[in-house]
């Protein structure tokens, strides 16, 4: 009964991120036109205005001619080579699945091409405009950057482990960059549904709701889709652990402690500070029980591969409040944001810097144990040759 009902989960989950992948594709590609030319059609505000109301986006873009004009070009470079990386990736999913290897090595290509090319768009954009005159403010603008560098260095390190004949890695790192890649749908699907959670909010206030969860959320599912595709239970030299059972009750405390200053900080800021609060909290604590329970639920069934890649994947998740306060204080001390802004930054690329480092920690894993079986290999003891007697 389990089994049926896993592959069906699997297979809701891939037609869903298809069709959301599908679907912003024309919105991303559109995105700035009118930027370029007053009156050009662009769906996804066409879409938002009557999905909320016409004065919601109005005056989200309001104030966006600026600074989007310093750089139009390399945006529209981003945006539109954005919506052909939302085509290409379900491509790349489904031909890695069915295992057509020509099809995916050509269109492989193909994507980390464009996955630096919109990068560099994107970039230029970054460093032509100053971090309070984003969208909503510096902590999206430091969200932004990091989530470019995630993705560069994904896409890097899944071409270096291809090269290196490391299969189960590059899908690893493919998968991550793609959910770094899906924090651009998701953002839009939360400008239109969290209205009607949150009435009454500018676009600019439901982005910073937003930015509180989406680096936890998208490497959640690339997570989730990685243990979906790697049925192992064991792999050649994986022995042990690298989290034993004292490290990662350390990691819990400090992510406590972390967690309980973060919680004080933003309850000091009044109802917008519990608001984002709860924003981040939920898809934590959702994120850290499934990440518990499967990794108790693996070592259970004798399937240590996956345990360790949970219990990995878990050790990251209680230090990422940690990470998010430390560089909360060194934002407000550094680069001159006050404090509810430089919290929010922290929040914001806590997590996903966290999974990047929990996805290099089990890279390493992998590399140590393949390691480890060519040497114990060599060390191992030849047959001595027998001349056969003569008859």
Request: charge should be positive; proline fraction near 5%.
């Amino acid at each position: 009964m389990n089994r049926p009902r896993r592959v069906a989960w699997r297979r809701v989950a891939t037609i869903a991120v298809v069709a959301v992948c599908v679907s912003y594709a024309p919105i991303a590609m559109t995105e700035l036109w009118p930027y370029a030319q007053r009156g050009a059609p662009a769906l996804g505000e066409w879409v938002l205005a009557r999905a909320v109301s016409p004065r919601y986006v109005a005056e989200a873009v309001a104030d966006r001619l600026g600074p989007y004009g310093r750089s139009l070009v390399a945006l529209i470079v981003h945006s539109v080579l954005g919506g052909a990386l939302m085509l290409l990736g379900p491509v790349q999913l489904l031909s890695a699945v069915r295992r057509r290897i020509r099809l995916h090595r050509v269109v492989g290509v193909v994507f980390a091409l464009t996955v630096y090319a919109s990068m560099a768009g994107a970039a230029a954009y970054l460093v032509r405009t100053a971090p309070q005159d984003a969208f909503s403010g510096a902590a999206f603008w430091i969200a932004l950057t990091t989530i470019l560098v995630g993705t560069v260095l994904s896409v890097t390190f899944g071409i270096f482990a291809a090269v290196g004949r490391f299969p189960d890695l590059h899908q690893r790192w493919l998968l991550l960059c793609y959910g770094f890649l899906m924090t651009a749908p998701l953002l839009r699907l939360e400008w239109g549904a969290l209205p009607w959670l949150l009435p009454g909010l500018s676009m600019a206030d439901i982005n910073r709701v937003a930015v509180m969860h989406l680096g936890s959320v998208v490497a959640f599912g690339a997570l989730l889709a990685s243990r979906a595709m790697d049925r192992r239970g064991s792999v050649s030299g994986v022995r042990g652990t690298w989290v034993p059972m004292p490290v990662l009750a350390v990691a819990h405390l400090a992510g406590a402690a972390a967690l309980a200053w973060i919680v004080r900080s933003y309850l000091g800021r009044g109802t917008e500070g519990l608001r984002l609060l709860v924003a981040y909290l939920v898809p934590y604590a959702v994120s850290y029980a499934v990440l518990l329970v499967r990794q108790r639920r693996a070592g259970r069934d004798g399937r240590s591969w996956a345990r360790e890649e949970w219990r990995l994947h878990l050790a990251a998740l209680c230090l990422a409040p940690v990470l998010s306060a430390g560089a909360a204080l060194l934002f407000e001390r550094y680069t001159g944001l006050d404090r509810g802004t430089a919290l929010s930054a922290g929040v914001a690329i806590g997590c996903g810097v966290l999974a990047f480092a929990a996805t290099t920690v089990v890279s390493l894993r992998i590399m140590f144990a393949r390691e480890l079986v060519k040497r114990e290999g060599l060390a191992a003891p030849r047959r001595p040759h027998r001349t056969p007697s003569p008859a």
